[in-house]
């Protein structure tokens, strides 16, 4: 027999956290088009759009035709040379990302950028020097849980005891590809990364964040270029198994394989398992219907409830990156924890076992 659900319910919806002019920021680097829910989501708390550069003048007219208050540099130095800009926000080509946000916070600004925030190593040693030298923020959107009700939700299901504590959580991240759409630089791995890094990193955020972890270590990984020869530097299969320090076990697959029938650009969905329940989101819609997005289910020993959360819950996390960026504090996500979701996405991708039926670049694929 079903509970009605009352026993857990929403946080309040956030309101703005600033007033208009208080919160300055720019967008510089338009290369994907998450730049616009980064924005939309700082706008909706309170921040003023005053920057936009890019150096395709195509890029910045689709980008003020959404956002026309913001006016149109003339260069990128023109943006990090206001002072009134206190945070710059940036969805650059992939390796570009972590440059561009050395140079935002050498101007004395906070950085927030795309995710994967940067691709290599050698990157996150400079990023992490970056941050350490000039005192400002890095901050990464993981769009993936929080920029997605359900997901924040499932988190607030946690922090009350929903579940008990945390043992696994598993994250499947399919997309669509529409390879036809995209840039040349996505099917370049030294430009995007590759799989478990570009969508991957989402998913190790997630693990991190339920289990409470602020470490984990790569068991396993795996990539492939299962059905597109014609992009011989493409992932468009990958997985991953990771331990965290706190004895949790994460296991999460991306792919580029969602079906033309399917309703939306990918089934995202995460599976969290407890010591007293579970939960499940189907964070973008319900296979099958016509319901939306926003759906959690919560087993426990107290109920089994379907929560449908759209337009109930918000992203608290913009809000709190404000306030974080003007009073110098982590509430919405700690620095470590932003750089350590990228270090084990990168470590999971270098050590990956390649399981593509053709061999690319003219080498065998490695199995083992």
């Not at 990157?123 to 030298?133: D, F, I, Y």
């Not at 799989?195 to 790569?218: E, K, M, P």
């Not at 995460?270 to 319900?286: A, D, H, M, P, S």
Request: charged share 20%; with cysteine.
């Amino acid at each position: 027999m079903s509970a009605d659900g009352g026993t857990y319910a929403p946080a309040p919806l956030p309101d703005p956290v600033v007033s208009e002019g208080e919160f300055p920021i720019a967008a510089v680097g338009l290369d994907h088009g998450h730049v616009f829910g980064m924005c939309e989501g700082l706008l909706g708390a309170g921040a003023t759009l005053s920057w936009v550069y890019d150096p395709d003048p195509a890029k910045v007219e689709r980008f003020r035709e959404r956002f026309p208050q913001a006016r149109a540099a003339r260069s990128e130095a023109e943006v990090l040379d206001d002072p009134a800009v206190r945070l710059v926000a940036g969805a650059a080509v992939t390796s570009e990302r972590c440059a561009l946000g050395l140079r935002v916070m050498d101007a004395g600004k906070d950085y927030f950028t795309d995710k994967a925030p940067l691709t290599t190593l050698e990157q996150l040693a400079a990023a992490r020097e970056g941050v350490r030298r000039t005192g400002r923020k890095y901050a990464v959107y993981y769009s993936e849980r929080v920029h997605v009700e359900a997901a924040v939700f499932a988190g607030q299901l946690i922090e009350q005891g929903a579940i008990g504590k945390v043992v696994q959580v598993i994250g499947m991240g399919p997309h669509r590809l529409n390879a036809a759409n995209r840039p040349a630089w996505f099917f370049e791995k030294d430009k995007y990364g590759g799989i478990l890094v570009d969508i991957g990193s989402h998913n190790v955020d997630q693990v991190l964040h339920y289990t409470g972890s602020t470490s984990a270590r790569v068991v396993n990984s795996q990539i492939a270029n299962y059905a597109n020869p014609e992009h011989p530097e493409l992932d468009d299969f990958g997985d991953a198994n990771l331990v965290t320090d706190t004895g949790a076990t994460g296991y999460f697959r991306c792919d580029w394989f969602t079906p033309d029938g399917l309703q939306s650009w990918g089934d995202g969905r995460t599976f969290i398992l407890g010591t007293e329940g579970y939960i499940e989101q189907r964070k973008y819609f319900n296979l099958g219907t016509q319901d939306g997005p926003g759906h959690v289910f919560l087993a426990n020993g107290e109920q089994e409830t379907h929560f449908r959360v759209s337009g109930k819950v918000g992203y608290p996390f913009f809000g709190q990156l404000v306030r974080d960026c003007l009073e110098r504090t982590e509430t919405a996500m700690t620095q470590e924890h932003a750089f350590t979701a990228i270090e084990l996405a990168v470590q999971a991708q270098e050590a990956a076992v390649d399981l593509s039926p053709v061999p690319r670049g003219g080498a065998a694929a490695r199995v083992g």
